[in-house]
């Protein structure tokens, strides 16, 4: 039996182990991990982050990998991670700073910038070593990747790994899930927020979502606009709306076309957002009420899937779609609805809601592609063209007055930011970024479970020696970088900036990059309020989070 004891404990010899010794491991403490994962106390779970203190307890006993797998394996994986991230959040990171979003962004940035000033404060008053706190303020804002970027910055700043980093992010993890909870239900106590009436409020102030596409039926009132085209009478007006189709006085219905013209009294059905309804109806006409599929049975309306390459970046008005007698009139992409407006850049895996005859329809299906199969197939080569770049961009030299060290996004912010400014700029470069969302959950699984197994395997060996040395003080240490920031900005957040509780709840969770403090937000709000608020802030957040790990090391190490 001796051969079975190598293979799990001949890592920790010299020369390290065979590969069949780690991929056994890493699939073992993988396994335990995820099963241990689905275990929920009140509600809450540490979920994937069970890995990390399965791999823990696999180290201190012993089974370890060899150093050099290790470290690769570890930093492939964060890799990832990131890099699927940037992938889903990056379409949208860009426009998450405009107006509303800019004001909660800002407000997370100040929970990122409180946590640091807390991490310095009790670096100075304690003495520990900044290596420690950095991976206790990991630990205890739940960020994964800026554990990597403070390992990596330790790394290049002395030459070596330090064990106390990983320690400490374990240590204040598990009682940062639960503060961050807390501190949600907390607020909620705090402001006697009533959940019914605070829906109903919300839902009267903001609208559910004034950018998702609305229907709207006007009757053709304005003088100015009779005898125009509808090419012409969409340039009169500033806002993204499209005429779907047309009843005319005699009773006839069409699909709408830019040379179709329109009279008094004509009838129309509009596809617009909620907050351009009242300008378009005021600059029309009247809001009627009209039975569509009633008038108009030989019109259908169908999805179709955008799946030709060619199509990626080009804009609507390129497609010359109405020239085939339909119109689109609105585009759903990664579950969002959006306003078909002329300018807009269609990207591979859109759908496409087009109205026209089933002939015409099926034109329409020939020329955008609509093969499902098509779109499963995976894309490789963005992703793998993605992280070369990320890797390059994270390993640049940035060299700031004061510092002894040039700072570098690493390999947990190079690959973060390329597949952000990729995932927007691709489809403009006419470069395929397309990924289901199942292979993107793929990835970004196995990378965050590969990295969390690795940071375990490599931390255990001193852990309980660690912990039982004084290294039980690092869970009030931790508990006070997770509360003490998100308990002021979710006061001010309320008093000052008057967020609902429902939008703060998703940026408390966004700006501590807290995937069980959403779902459990997103379990009692019972509406996509704080999943909006979530995704809003999280890019900008885990960026600052990888920046400020690296920071906290490189100047005060």
């Known amino acids: ?4 004891e190598s293979l799990f404990f001949g890592g920790g010899l010299p020369g390290g182990g065979s590969v069949a010794q780690s991929v056994l491991i890493l699939a073992v403490v993988i396994s335990v991990g995820i099963l241990l994962g689905k275990i929920k106390v009140a509600g809450v779970s540490l979920g994937v982050t069970w890995i990390l203190f399965v791999g823990i307890a696999f180290s201190h006993f012993g089974m370890r990998l060899n150093g050099h797998v290790l470290h690769f394996v570890q930093e492939f994986g964060l890799i990832l991670f990131v890099y699927s991230v940037g992938l889903q959040v990056g379409p949208g990171f860009f ?5 509303g979003g800019l004001q909660l962004n800002l407000l997370a940035g100040s929970v990122v910038l409180m946590g640091v000033l807390v991490t310095c404060a009790i670096y100075k008053l304690t003495g520990l070593p900044i290596t420690t706190m950095a991976g206790i303020m990991s630990g205890a804002v739940t960020n994964t990747p800026g554990l990597g970027a403070a390992q990596q910055a330790c790394r290049d700043l002395s030459g070596a790994d330090n064990p106390d980093i990983a320690t400490g992010y374990a240590v204040a993890y598990p009682l940062a899930v639960v503060g961050i909870v807390g501190a949600i239900i907390a607020l909620r106590y705090l402001f006697k927020i009533n959940m019914e009436k605070e829906e109903k409020d919300t839902l009267r102030t903001t609208g ?4 998702e596409p609305r229907r709207l039926s006007l009757r053709l009132g304005n003088p100015a606009l009779n005898g125009k085209k509808v090419g012409e009478i ?12 047309v009843r005319h006085k005699d009773g006839t219905v ?17 596809v617009t957002s909620a907050a351009a309804m009242p300008a378009i109806t005021a600059f029309i006409g009247e809001e009627v009420q009209v039975e569509w599929n009633t008038f108009a049975p030989q019109l259908i309306s169908r999805r179709i899937l955008i799946t030709k390459s060619k199509l990626n970046g080009k804009s609507l008005e390129q497609l010359r779609i109405r020239s085939l007698g339909v119109n689109i009139t609105r585009i759903n992409r990664s579950g969002v609805d959006l306003v078909a407006h002329p300018s807009l850049l269609l990207q591979i895996g859109d759908r496409v809601t087009v109205v026209g005859t089933e002939t015409a329809i099926a034109e329409v299906e020939k020329k955008l592609g609509n093969s499902l199969k098509r779109l499963n197939a995976p894309n490789i080569f963005p992703i793998f063209l993605g992280i070369f770049l990320g890797v390059i961009v994270g390993s640049c030299p940035i060299t700031f007055a004061g510092i002894p060290q040039p700072v570098k996004l690493g390999l947990a912010g190079g690959p973060l930011l390329v597949s952000i400014l990729i995932s927007y700029f691709g489809p403009k470069l006419k470069l395929i970024t397309y990924t289901t969302m199942s292979a993107n959950l793929m ?5 965050i479970t590969l990295f969390l197994a690795c940071v375990g395997l490599g931390a255990g060996e001193r852990f309980v020696e660690t912990v039982v040395a004084g290294g039980y003080k690092w869970i009030g240490y931790g508990a006070l970088i997770t509360l003490i920031p998100i308990t002021v900005a979710g006061i001010a957040g309320r008093l000052l900036l008057k967020l609902n509780y429902f939008t703060l709840s998703g940026l408390i969770a966004g700006s501590m990059t807290d995937p069980p403090a959403l779902a459990y937000a997103n379990d009692a709000a019972g509406n996509d309020l704080p999943s909006v608020g979530y995704a809003t802030v999280y890019p900008l957040t885990m960026f600052l989070r990888v920046i400020s790990a690296q920071l906290l090391i490189l100047l005060l190490a």
């Open 95 to 99: 426009s998450s700073l405009k107006k």
């Open 1 to 4: 039996m001796g051969w079975l």
């Open 234 to 245: 969409h340039d009169l007006i500033n806002r993204n709306y499209v005429i779907s189709r």
């Open 208 to 211: 559910s979502s004034r950018d």
């Open 254 to 270: 069409e699909a709408v076309r830019p040379d179709t013209v329109l009279y008094l009294g004509d009838e129309m059905l509009v």
């Open 443 to 447: 990835l970004r699984e196995v990378g």
